[in-house]
């Protein structure tokens, strides 16, 4: 016997959705990233955002090196995704081959960090996945193109917005089909939506720190 799939209004993606709208608007809305897409700060304040991302993103590729066999996270870690590489690439044209030496992690960076790295299981991996990497899908696409005219970036400097080999619509409707199909129990589910609130969170603040130092 099948079982029959949820009404829309009951799906995963759905429920995500709606449940952390306030949170994505206010992320989507913020000063610093609208500055920087009209190339109105210094390519130091863009090169500062790039640093931020890459401590977040080493720790979030690390979680997800620790559950690549997880039965559920496991599915999430798509070699396709990882921007570590890109991001490396990236401050090395713009900070220069000793870059490690120059990048600094902002406060609120340090407790984004320290949250991923506390991860151990596969609804909070997921939570902070689908955070990250369904934005840059999304506004990124149009984030990307826009740094890059403002700066004058011609595939050197902004590689972390091209994901090779994706395409962003059709990966975003893969992406919530996959969400879907995890049979979670209604802690987990629950455990999964107030992550990705926490996740929304983090980022806006580091969004805040990097508007207080250059906008």
Do not use: C
């Amino acid at each position: 016997m099948s079982v029959a799939d949820p009404p829309e209004a009951e799906r995963l993606s759905v429920r995500l959705r709606t449940g952390t709208r306030a949170e994505h608007d206010a992320a989507q809305g913020s000063g610093f990233l609208d500055k920087l897409a009209a190339g109105r700060l210094p390519l130091d304040a863009y090169a500062d955002l790039a640093a931020q991302h890459w401590f977040i993103y080493d720790a979030l590729e690390r979680a997800g090196d620790v559950l690549a066999d997880d039965p559920v996270a496991g599915d999430f870690v798509l070699p396709e995704l990882r921007r570590v590489p890109e991001l490396e690439a990236d401050l090395a044209f713009l900070n220069g081959p000793h870059w490690r030496d120059r990048i600094v992690a902002r406060a609120a960076t340090v407790g984004y960090v320290g949250r991923i790295q506390a991860i151990d299981r596969a609804e909070t991996f997921i939570a902070h996945h689908y955070t990250r990497y369904l934005g840059d899908l999304s506004g990124g696409q149009y984030l990307g193109p826009a740094i890059a005219r403002g700066y004058g970036l011609n595939g050197d400097g902004h590689r972390f917005f091209v994901f090779d080999g994706v395409r962003p619509p059709a990966f975003r409707t893969r992406y919530r089909e996959m969400l879907d199909a995890i049979r979670w129990s209604p802690v987990e589910e629950e455990t999964f939506l107030a992550e990705v609130a926490e996740a929304y969170r983090h980022n806006i603040a580091v969004l805040a720190d990097l508007k207080e130092r250059w906008a």
